[in-house]
């Protein structure tokens, strides 16, 4: 029983944090689907990433907040409808909603026939910018976890060195603790100028941060 009180009480005061969130009211307000899209909004606007015209990449996609961001970097007027001047491709394992004017694939990125899928749909146009808010079911185990959120980003990492244009920048979740370093490091190794960022809108709480590469090597 204690650990069902425990339990309850986890997400009651999980529940209390979210209702209260100023970002998730924020997110509300402005028509995102989650909070998270003022993670990449933080990145891109301290950084100027995103341009229009540009071809994003967005992995590890649904619910499609980033998407929804991105698409109205990518407008004329910054809307959420409407002309479109760029192009993006998202890619998720879950079902997304439809944003428009974003094509999207539903596939594991982990599996060598979704990646080629996706290579497909982009073409032979060079992204500018890859930005990926992937991360795998964690099991509590650290270093299996660990190992499944840097086998992601090593993928991110080999997509964009195959796809990426030589200035184009990636932008990767990753958490702080065992296997952060050797990403850093591969990031360090990859690109020219390397920053990690932790945006305002990721939650105290959480080890979650975010690696950005700028400018293939």
């Known amino acids: ?48 990433l995103i341009k229009p015209g540009h071809l994003v990449v967005d992995l590890g996609s649904a619910p499609g907040a980033w998407s929804q961001y991105v698409r109205r970097r990518l407008s004329p007027e910054g809307a959420a409808v409407g002309e479109l001047n ?21 596939g594991d990125f982990r599996e060598p026939e979704v990646l080629a899928k996706l290579r497909a ?51 990767v979740k990753v958490f702080h603790g065992s296997g952060y370093s050797q990403l850093a490091k591969l990031f360090k190794e990859t690109f020219r100028v390397v920053k990690p960022v932790k945006p305002k809108a990721s939650r105290d709480k959480s080890s979650e941060t975010f690696l950005v590469g700028i400018g293939l090597k």
């Open 121 to 171: 749909t982009v073409g032979d146009r060079k992204a500018d910018v890859v930005v990926s808010d992937m991360a795998p079911n964690l099991s509590g185990i650290e270093s299996a976890d660990a190992a499944r959120i840097a086998h992601l980003v090593e993928l991110a990492v080999e997509f964009c060195q195959l796809q990426l244009k030589p200035e184009g920048a990636l932008v």
């Open 86 to 106: 760029g192009t993006i491709v998202a890619l998720d394992i879950l079902p997304m909603e439809p944003v428009e004017g974003v094509v999207f694939l539903q």
């Open 1 to 48: 029983m204690k650990v069902k009180t425990k339990s309850k009480k986890v997400n009651k005061s999980w529940l209390n944090d979210h209702v209260n969130d100023p970002y998730v009211k924020m997110a509300q307000k402005d028509g995102y689907r989650a909070r998270a899209a003022y993670k990449l909004k933080e990145i891109d606007e301290s950084l100027g």
